[in-house]
C-alpha cells in the first residue's frame, strides 16, 4: 500500500529547531515532487515549500524564508523539512504530499497526503 508518513513534530520553545520527515512506503519518491503543508486550527491549509523530482526548490509562504529548508534523500525515499527559528505562529499541523515531478503551490494539485505531524511552538 502506498503511503506517505511524516514524523518529527513536537512541542519546541521559540527559537528552536525541528526536522520533519516524510518517509514513502509501498513507492519510489524519486519522480515524485513533495510539498511541505501546514494547517492551524480554523485556518485553511497552506503551501510552504516544495522540492520537485530533479532537486529543484520552491518556496511559497514568505514567512518561513530563510528558516525552513527542504531536502531530499532517494536513497531512503524521504524528503526532510528542516525548521530553524521556529516562532509561536509555526504551529500548526504539518503535511507532506506527492504530485509527479513539478511542484505547484496548492492542495488539490497533490494527490497523495500524510497523516501529518504537530508542531507546537510555545512562547
Known amino acids: 500500500q502506498a503511503q506517505l508518513v511524516e514524523s518529527g513534530g513536537g512541542l519546541v520553545q521559540s527559537g528552536g529547531s525541528l526536522r520533519l520527515s516524510c518517509a514513502a512506503s509501498g513507492f519510489t519518491l524519486a519522480p515524485y515532487a513533495i510539498g511541505w503543508f501546514r494547517q492551524a486550527p480554523g485556518k485553511e491549509r497552506e503551501g510552504i515549500i516544495c522540492?520537485?523530482?530533479?532537486?529543484?526548490?520552491?518556496n511559497y509562504t514568505d514567512s518561513v524564508k530563510g528558516r525552513f529548508t527542504i531536502s531530499r534523500d532517494n536513497a531512503k525515499n524521504t524528503v526532510y523539512l528542516q525548521m530553524n527559528s521556529l516562532k509561536p505562529e509555526d504551529t500548526a499541523n504539518y503535511y507532506c504530499a506527492s504530485r509527479l515531478s513539478t511542484c505547484r503551490p496548492t492542495p488539490p494539485f497533490f494527490r497523495s497526503w500524510g497523516q501529518g505531524t504537530q508542531v507546537t511552538v510555545s512562547s
Open positions: 522540492i520537485n523530482s530533479t532537486g529543484g526548490r520552491t
